[in-house]
């Protein structure tokens, strides 16, 4: 769970994942501009979401042209990778474009995923 309250006035809001007895709080929240119920419940799940399993996973994939899969990825956007232990998703945080060969023959990116578990 996580306390959110406006600092000076606005409402206090206790807002605890669902399926959990919230017995393990994350750190409360103040902020001027918690004025109302939906902005605190909007402010605590952001909180909540910030915890949890997760990992920065750097791939290294060929760049094909952009009718074909994967294309060129940009950081923000969410991806599925399939892997040997099944599928999963990710959000880009970084991408990178290599060229090596004569005439570079050969382009790669190196993308930077994070994922949650």
């Not at 994942?17 to 004025?35: F, N, S």
């Not at 902005?39 to 791939?59: S, Y």
């Not at 060929?62 to 998703?89: H, K, N, S």
Request: one cysteine or more.
């Amino acid at each position: 769970s996580c306390y959110v309250s406006g600092t000076t006035h606005g409402v206090a809001v206790d807002v605890r994942r669902a399926g959990t007895a919230g017995d393990e709080p994350a750190p409360d929240v103040y902020d001027e501009l918690i004025t109302g119920t939906d902005a605190a419940r909007a402010r605590g799940i952001a909180e909540l979401a910030k915890g949890g399993n997760q990992e920065i996973v750097t791939l290294h994939l060929p760049l094909f042209p952009e009718a074909t899969a994967p294309g060129l990825i940009e950081p923000a956007m969410l991806c599925e990778v399939r892997d040997i232990d099944g599928t999963w998703r990710g959000l880009c945080l970084a991408t990178e474009i290599g060229a090596e060969g004569v005439g570079a023959a050969r382009v790669t990116q190196t993308v930077r995923l994070e994922r949650h578990h």
